[in-house]
């Protein structure tokens, strides 16, 4: 069983779970060097799925919880028989495990564990995911974007840290990343 069996199921179970939620394909966390396979990201809620199939291997997997529970209010883990065992053991265990096993109808998903919410998301994690006229948005709406009209992203991300409390921060950013219209093509100035 590949990645490619598993990921067809897995969509529709997740379309079916959040059907408020954008369902997108290779989420880039950390400015791309990292990416979860597929993402639900609503308003309330951004949760990830990483699939182990059995064909894969767990190499990558000690470092992607780091990775993802920085950003995502919610991860689960999707793996085949071959990697069920091992890879509960890589994971938090506030994340969710689904098994994914082969049938005579294509893939079936079956819940082990329930994904918790994460107990310590970092809200300056997941600003990195607004684009540069995303931040003077927020700024200009928390009233301290005077002056940083031509600054980097990075002192705009740092100011923004500032600007809204922890929990407001993470909320505004959720709302702003799912009402984009194409949630890719960055402008080129972010």
């Known amino acids: 069983m590949h990645d490619a069996d598993v990921r067809p199921p897995l969509v529709r179970l997740v379309q079916a779970t959040y059907p408020e939620a954008r369902v997108l394909p290779e989420l880039r966390l950390e400015y791309g060097l ?3 396979d597929v993402a639900a990201l609503s308003s309330a809620r ?4 990483e699939v182990k ?5 767990l190499r990558r997997l000690p470092v992607q919880p780091h990775c993802y529970s920085v950003v995502l209010d919610r991860c689960t883990l999707v793996a085949g028989a071959r990697h069920l065992a091992r890879g509960q053991t890589l994971v938090p265990n506030w994340w969710g495990v689904v098994l994914a096993h082969p049938g005579p109808d294509g893939v079936t998903l ?3 564990r329930p994904a ?3 107990p310590s998301p970092n ?3 997941t600003q990195h995911l607004l684009w540069r006229e995303e931040l003077l948005a927020l700024l ?4 301290t974007a005077r002056g ?3 600054a980097s992203k990075a002192q705009l991300l740092a100011r923004l840290g500032e600007s809204l409390p922890r929990d407001a921060l993470r909320n505004r950013v959720r709302q702003v990343v799912c009402a984009r219209g194409d949630w890719r093509a960055a402008p080129a100035s972010s």
């Open 116 to 118: 918790a919410d994460n």
């Open 34 to 36: 990292v990416r979860v």
């Open 148 to 150: 940083l009209r031509s």
């Open 46 to 49: 951004f949760h990830g799925y």
């Open 53 to 57: 199939a059995d064909a894969d291997t």
């Open 110 to 112: 079956e819940e082990v």
């Open 123 to 125: 809200a300056g994690a």
């Open 140 to 143: 200009e709406e928390a009233g």
